[in-house]
């Protein structure tokens, strides 16, 4: 069976993105660049018919602490309940979404290369610069709080004073009543 494989395929299609091939040597790599290791992480779910997972991660252990914050908040369960009341109260719909391999759509705040293992396929042994939050490094949740951030003040959402995971924004329904549509940032587990 191919279970496994597959599932390697498919992480690696996802997460081919993040690296840019380094052309030159390893000794033309840019000053303050620092080597890492990546690898794979493996889960079955079982609450979806035992399907496999694999998630590509830096070892970000191996990194210095990052000068700025790495700490990214998570909603807290009181303002899901009164988002949720709220909801109810006026008849709104309330809607969830996941971001598929959310943390790979910031930009990586930290120099850093590495060498493509064998799951690279025809790019094993390239010299790869990480452009993009790649899970296990230490800046990637804050990385991708602050692109989220950008992102739905973009799109008109303020974050509430009450707690800075709960956006809001004043809609205006079909009827003419004012409401706020609200967003909750939410980080699952990795797998």
Known sequence: KTLWWDTICKEMKNVRPVFEVWEGKTDDIPPG????????????KLGEKFRRKARFVAGGHTTGTPDTITYSSVVARDSVRVI??????????VQAADIQNAYLMADCREKIWTVAGPEFGSERDTIMIIKKALYGLKS???AFRA????????????????DPDVWFR??????????????????????
């Open 33 to 44: 660049y620092k080597e890492i290791s990546c690898h794979l992480i493996f889960n079955v």
């Open 84 to 93: 949720l009341l709220a909801a109810a109260l006026n008849e709104l719909d």
């Open 140 to 142: 990637s949740g804050t």
């Open 147 to 162: 692109h989220l951030a950008n992102t739905l003040h973009n799109i008109g959402f303020c974050p509430s004073r009450a």
């Open 170 to 191: 004043l809609a205006v329904k079909p009827d003419g009543k004012e409401y706020y549509e609200y967003i909750l940032f939410y980080v699952d587990d990795i797998l």
